[in-house]
C-alpha cells in the first residue's frame, strides 16, 4: 500500500479539521484517491494521494475538492484550503502548514464550531423586471415606443439612450430589493458575505454563516422571502456546504 511520500507522490491537502473528527472511511478525492487525515496535536489535514507532477486543473477535480470539503462540513467544523494545494509528504504537511498556524487553526475551528454556509442566489423574472422597469419610468416608456419596430441606424441614439436608462433603472430595482433581502437574512446569520453577480436578471448572491440551532429558522425565513418575492424573483438556496466565504487557508 502507497502513502504520501512515495516516490512521484504528494500530499493533497482539502482542509483543517479537529483531529477527532472521523472521515468516512469510503470519502475519495481527487483522483479518486481514498481521503485521510494527518494529525498534528488537536488539528488535522484532510489529504490524499496526488501525482506531485501532474498538474490539477480540471472541472472534476475542483467537483472533487468541493465534495470532500462539503461532505467534512456536515460532520464539524472545517476550514477550506484553496483548491490545488499540494505538498511534498505528509512531514511537510505538519513542519509547513499545521505546525506554524497551529493555534490560528485552532481559533477558526473554535469560532466555526455549530456554524455552515448557505449560499442565496436570487434572479429576476427578467419579463416581470423589464414591465416594471418600463411602467415606472415614463421617459423609459417613451424611448421603448420610439424604438419598437424601428431600423436601427435611425433610431441609434435613441437606443443607446433606452439602454442606459434601463440599465440605471434595473441597478436602483436590484440595490433596493437587495436591501430588503439582506436586512431579513441579517436576522437570522451571523456574517454576510454579498458577492458580485452580472446579468440582466442578477438580484442578489450572498453567502450566509448559520448557526445549525437556527438553522430551520434561518430556512423559514427564506421561505418567507422567496414567497414575497413569488412572480418578481426565483430564490434558490444552496447548502450546508463548507465555509468558503468566511475561511480560507493556504498550503
Same mark, same amino acid.
Given at each position: ?18 483531529? *477527532?473528527? /472521523? ?18 496535536? *488537536? ?17 472534476? *477535480? #475542483? ?5 470532500? #470539503? ?7 467544523? /472545517? ?8 505538498? +511534498? ?16 487553526? +485552532? ?19 427578467? +419579463? ?47 440595490t433596493e *430589493? ?20 452580472a446579468g ?24 418567507? #422571502? ?10 434558490? #438556496? ?14
Amino acid at each position: 500500500m502507497t502513502t504520501p511520500g512515495d516516490v512521484g507522490l504528494g500530499c493533497y491537502v482539502y482542509g483543517i479539521v479537529g483531529a *477527532d473528527l /472521523v472521515v468516512p472511511p469510503d470519502l475519495r478525492g481527487i483522483g479518486d484517491q481514498v481521503v485521510g487525515v494527518a494529525p498534528y496535536g *488537536d488539528v488535522a489535514a484532510v489529504i490524499s494521494l496526488v501525482d506531485s507532477e501532474e498538474a490539477r486543473a480540471g472541472r472534476a *477535480d #475542483l467537483l472533487a475538492h468541493g465534495r470532500v #470539503l462539503d461532505t467534512l462540513a456536515g460532520l464539524g467544523p /472545517v476550514i477550506p484550503v484553496r483548491f490545488g494545494s499540494v505538498l +511534498q509528504n505528509r512531514d511537510a504537511v505538519t513542519s509547513e502548514l499545521l505546525e506554524p498556524d497551529h493555534e490560528r487553526f +485552532q481559533l477558526m475551528l473554535q469560532e466555526l464550531t455549530g456554524r455552515v454556509q448557505f449560499t442565496l442566489r436570487a434572479r429576476y423574472d427578467e +419579463q416581470q423586471v423589464l414591465s416594471e422597469v418600463v411602467a415606472e419610468n415614463a421617459e423609459i416608456a417613451r424611448l421603448r415606443e420610439l424604438t419598437r419596430e424601428q431600423p436601427d441606424e435611425s433610431t441609434y441614439g435613441a437606443r443607446v439612450r433606452l439602454g442606459e436608462l434601463v440599465s440605471r433603472a434595473l441597478e436602483v430595482k436590484s440595490t433596493e *430589493d437587495g436591501r430588503t433581502l439582506l436586512a431579513e437574512l441579517d436576522r437570522h446569520v451571523t456574517a454576510l458575505n454579498v458577492r458580485e453577480s452580472a446579468g440582466i436578471d442578477r438580484l442578489l448572491d450572498v453567502a450566509v454563516l448559520v448557526e445549525q440551532a437556527r438553522r430551520a429558522e434561518f430556512e423559514r425565513a427564506v421561505e418567507g #422571502l422567496a414567497e414575497t418575492f413569488a412572480g418578481r424573483a426565483r430564490l434558490k #438556496l444552496i447548502g450546508p456546504t463548507a465555509p468558503y466565504d468566511f475561511v480560507d487557508a493556504e498550503a
